[in-house]
């Protein structure tokens, strides 16, 4: 990323990449001493301001997101990049930890059901008929992937759609004294909440419908769905293991 890109934020220096980020470029930038992190999306636009009308109102109801930083003339955005607060806390590390990120992805499917589908975003149930939807491409999978990523999304299609963080783990969560911050929301998605919990710590209490093996069979068909084409070899890499998960 040049630093023209941030030209529009007067006084933002960026500094260096920052880890993460597999999907969209993520770089450190400071101005005044006071620490920033510039992203660029790779979305649409109509699918990267459902993903900021969507922060806004978890923002305003308490919900701990990034604070986007507008523009010297108030624009979202420019061109895909955007601008948030850094995040000071820690990767959650123990069970209270993750319980406390239980806790607020509880709530924000809570306060988000109903919420309008991402723009070009499609959910599992509509995917069980459908051949794409986000990054999903089950259209570029072998038949025989297809069957068994559907197969092992359809014990958990239940329960009312609501928005999903899409991508919860360690890299995308910290914990501060105001609670647990979820990061990255790029992946966001409606779809039934027990996505978000099933790559979670095994451990940690999800009140997810299905036994603990059912729901981690699920994220790694998702995982394999939506990385096929975005990230093919972790695709190849978690088809794999889906497979051997359903024998």
Not at 12 to 33: D, F, H, M, Y
Not at 172 to 197: K, Q
Request: proline share 7%.
């Amino acid at each position: 990323m040049r630093q023209e890109t941030v030209a529009p934020w007067s006084g933002i220096e960026l500094v260096r990449p920052l880890a993460g980020g597999a999907r969209n470029e993520v770089v450190l930038a400071e101005r005044g001493g006071q620490r920033f992190v510039v992203r660029r999306s790779t979305r649409a636009h109509p699918a990267l301001e459902w993903e900021l009308d969507l922060l806004s109102y978890l923002s305003n109801h308490g919900i701990g997101v990034p604070t986007l930083v507008p523009t010297d003339d108030g624009r979202r955005h420019v061109g895909g990049v955007l601008v948030n607060e850094f995040v000071d806390g820690h990767p959650p590390a123990g069970e209270g930890d993750w319980r406390d990120i239980v806790r607020v992805l509880t709530a924000v499917h809570d306060l988000t059901r109903g919420w309008p589908q991402r723009p070009g975003f499609a959910s599992a149930r509509e995917l069980s008929v459908s051949g794409r939807g986000g990054d999903v491409r089950l259209d570029a999978m072998p038949p025989e992937a297809v069957r068994a990523v559907r197969a092992a999304w359809q014990p958990i299609l239940t329960g009312t759609e609501c928005v999903n963080h899409g991508d919860v783990g360690a890299g995308n969560a910290l914990i501060n004294d105001g609670g647990a911050v979820l990061l990255d929301w790029d992946e966001a998605r409606v779809d039934v909440p027990w996505f978000d919990f099933a790559l979670l710590p095994e451990d940690v209490p999800t009140g997810a419908p299905v036994d603990r093996e059912t729901l981690v069979t699920a994220g790694v068909a998702w995982e394999a769905a939506t990385c096929w084409v975005a990230e093919p070899e972790y695709g190849a890499r978690r088809l794999e293991e889906l497979r051997q998960r359903s024998g």
